[in-house]
C-alpha cells in the first residue's frame, strides 16, 4: 500500500473560484472564460450563454449572497425546531400536520416566515445548544 504524502508548498491552498457561465444545452460550466455578452465555449457550441451572476456583481458577492440566503434558511429551521421543542404536545402536533399539509417544506417556512411578522415580538430564550 501507498504512504500518503502531505501536499506540496507549490499546490494551491484553496480551489479556483467555480465558472461562472453556463451552458443552456448541457448545464456545465467547463471551458466557461466569462467572456460578455457569450463565452468562447458558447460561441463555438452555438449555444445560449447564461451567467448566474449579473455582470456588475462579483464571484464573491455572489458567494455572500449564498451564505445570506443559507443562514436564513437555517435560522427558520431553528425557529421551527425550537418550537417544536417548547411548545405542548398539542401545538407540537398541530405544527407537524401543519408542515405535512404544506406542499413543500420551502413553503411551509416561507408561510412561517409571513405569519411571524404578523405576531408580536417576543425575545427567543437562549438555548444550550445555540452557538
Wanted: net charge positive.
Amino acid at each position: 500500500m501507498r504512504k500518503l504524502l502531505p501536499k506540496s508548498r507549490d499546490e494551491n491552498l484553496l480551489p479556483p473560484p467555480p465558472a461562472i457561465g453556463k451552458r443552456k444545452r448541457f448545464q456545465r460550466v467547463e471551458g466557461c472564460d466569462n467572456r460578455r455578452p457569450t463565452c468562447s465555449q458558447c460561441i463555438r457550441s452555438v449555444s445560449e450563454c447564461r451567467f448566474s451572476i449579473s455582470e456588475d456583481k462579483t464571484w464573491h458577492d455572489a458567494l455572500a449572497h449564498q451564505l445570506q440566503v443559507v443562514s436564513e434558511g437555517e435560522s427558520s429551521l431553528k425557529t421551527i425546531l425550537d418550537l417544536l421543542r417548547g411548545g405542548s404536545k398539542n401545538e407540537s402536533t398541530k405544527l407537524l400536520n401543519s408542515i405535512r399539509e404544506a406542499q413543500s417544506v420551502n413553503d411551509f417556512i416561507k408561510t412561517l416566515a409571513d405569519a411571524s411578522l404578523l405576531l408580536p415580538h417576543v425575545p427567543q430564550r437562549s438555548s444550550k445548544w445555540s452557538l
